[in-house]
């Protein structure tokens, strides 16, 4: 009895060998690298000696994987490639573009919460907005616009000479949603489709040497009649901060 107990032990501690060694060879299947760093628009392929593979992205706003393997960054940050349902490769989107400073996104916050996170060294701050003027070159400012007391949208003031480096920024973070080449009025949304974003980032001319980057929090629920009459909105309150700081 006691040697058919270490027999039946030997098989069973055979056959868990067996299927670990099994899923280490499953493992080994991928011979490209398991950590991808991209570039927006650069490509890397994933070299995996099982012929029928099925890939996809955990997070497709970030980067894309096609039915044969080609990973393609879109934009900035992290994700992970799944090869035939499993966790396989991390994938990162780093960026080109990195001469602007985003504001801080203080959606809600009241004037003493965006001077404890901003701080207080504003160039105007009354029940319209606040404003912080830069001396980088490129960037003039920024403005956090009030409604009721509460930061309702932020304004990133630049220097229009940079129009093509900052549009190729904002490309880099944010899906293009529509774009008017009457006015030079670009709308991007943080996700790929309106029903998942968060937030309405727009760009637009506003003089021959200013152009301002607007964040508008964004829900399902908005229309885009509304978010039209809020960029109206906008540009009344950004013209009058605007005037106060002798800006054209």
Known sequence: MKRFQIYVTAIVLFTLFAACSKDDGD????TSSRNVELTSKKTSQIECSDSKATYSSENEYVATVSSTGLITGKRIGETYIDVNGQKSIKVSV??????FTEPQ?????TKEEVYAKVGTNYSISDDKGI????TSGRTRGYIYLLTDGKVSSILMVVNSIYIDSLTEFLL???ELATFSEKDYSVLYINALTTNKATMIIGEQIYSSSLIYVVYLPYSNSNSRAVANTDNEKIKQQACRLFEKLNLK
């Open 172 to 174: 880099e973070r944010y």
């Open 94 to 99: 780093t960026p080109v573009y990195t001469q």
């Open 105 to 109: 996104l203080l959606f809600g916050a």
């Open 131 to 134: 404003v912080y003027t830069t």
């Open 27 to 30: 493992d080994l299947k991928i």
